[in-house]
C-alpha cells in the first residue's frame, strides 16, 4: 500500500472515529500533497511524500518554540499531538547517538578538518538520514563534533 493509499484509508477512519485533530492532521498532508502534485503537474512518489510529511513536522517543531514564547500552552499541546501523528508517516527517527555514528563516519569519508567544512559535511549527511533526523539536530551534532 502506498503512502498516499494510507493516508486515505487513515483519514477514513479518523472520519468513522470523530478524531478531530487526526483527521485535520491528515487532511493538511493531503492538501500539500495535492498542491505539490498540481504544481509540478505529475504523481508524487511515497520519497516525494516523505519530503513533504517532514516538512510540516519541521514547520510544526518550530510553531511550538513560538507557541512557548507567547505562552499559549493550549497550542503547544494541539501541535503536539500533531507531530505524534506526523511520526507515523516518516521511518522510525534515529536517535542522537545514531546519527553522531554517521556524522563521524561522514567526517571521515569527506575527510572533513574544521568547521568551515560544515556544508560538504551536511551535504553528505542528509541524503543518509532522510525523513529519520532532523536538519537542525544534525547541524547541531555536526557543529558539537567538530568544535
Do not use: C
Not at 492538501?31 to 513536522?57: G, H, T, W, Y
Not at 510544526?60 to 500552552?73: H, L, N, T, Y
Not at 493550549?74 to 547517538?97: F, G, M, R, S
Amino acid at each position: 500500500m502506498s503512502l498516499k493509499e494510507k493516508l486515505m484509508e487513515d483519514l477514513k477512519d479518523s472520519m468513522k472515529s470523530k478524531d478531530k485533530i487526526r483527521k485535520d492532521t491528515i487532511t493538511m498532508v493531503r492538501a500539500a500533497i495535492k498542491q505539490k502534485e498540481v504544481d509540478e503537474r505529475r504523481e508524487l512518489s511515497d520519497d516525494d511524500i516523505l519530503d513533504i510529511i517532514a516538512k510540516q513536522l519541521k514547520e510544526k517543531r518550530m510553531a511550538i518554540e513560538e507557541f512557548k514564547k507567547g505562552q499559549r500552552d493550549d497550542l503547544v499541546k494541539l501541535t503536539e499531538q500533531e507531530i505524534d501523528i506526523l511520526l507515523n508517516y516518516l521511518p522510525e527517527q534515529l536517535t542522537e547517538e545514531e546519527v553522531e555514528k554517521i556524522v563521524f563516519e561522514t567526517i571521515k569519508e569527506v575527510n572533513a578538518k574544521s568547521i568551515k567544512d560544515i556544508g560538504i559535511i551536511m551535504k553528505a549527511v542528509m541524503p543518509k538520514v532522510k525523513g529519520r533526523a532532523d536538519g537542525n539536530i544534525v547541524n547541531k551534532i555536526v557543529r558539537k563534533i567538530l568544535n
